[in-house]
């Protein structure tokens, strides 16, 4: 071999895939502005999707926290309520809470 015949061969045209570099070119930069626009659609999706979810996700712990208030305050409304018929009727009350224990303790030997 020659060194005129070795540098003919990598000068000429280089060989990538079968295809001339100044063929492959305009393919790959097509390819690559259709694979940034694809990323880019993708993004404007995915971060529509991510506003809407975490729109959903505010609502819900809006409603979650407006529904354990509620209950909190029908808790203490409930326990005022107790307390009020406790004190109306203290007898009523001691004979509910001894056979509420008799039927609790039966019920545990069982």
Excluded at 13 to 30: E, K, L
Excluded at 44 to 65: I, K, Q
Excluded at 88 to 93: G, L, M, N, S, Y
Aim: a neutral charge; one cysteine or more; proline letters at 4%.
């Amino acid at each position: 071999m020659t060194p005129s015949t070795s540098t003919s061969i990598g000068s000429g045209s280089d060989m990538s895939g079968g295809a001339p570099s100044s063929a492959s070119g305009p393919i790959v930069d097509r390819m690559a502005r259709s694979a940034h626009s694809a990323v880019d659609r993708v993004a404007d999706t995915a971060g529509s999707a991510v506003g809407r979810v975490r729109s959903g996700v505010t609502e819900a712990l809006s409603t979650v926290n407006e529904k354990l208030d509620g209950l909190s305050s029908s808790r203490e409304q409930w326990v005022d309520n107790c307390r009020q018929s406790v004190r109306d009727h203290p007898f009523a009350a001691v004979g509910i809470g001894l056979a509420a224990g008799y039927v609790i303790a039966r019920w545990l030997r069982s």
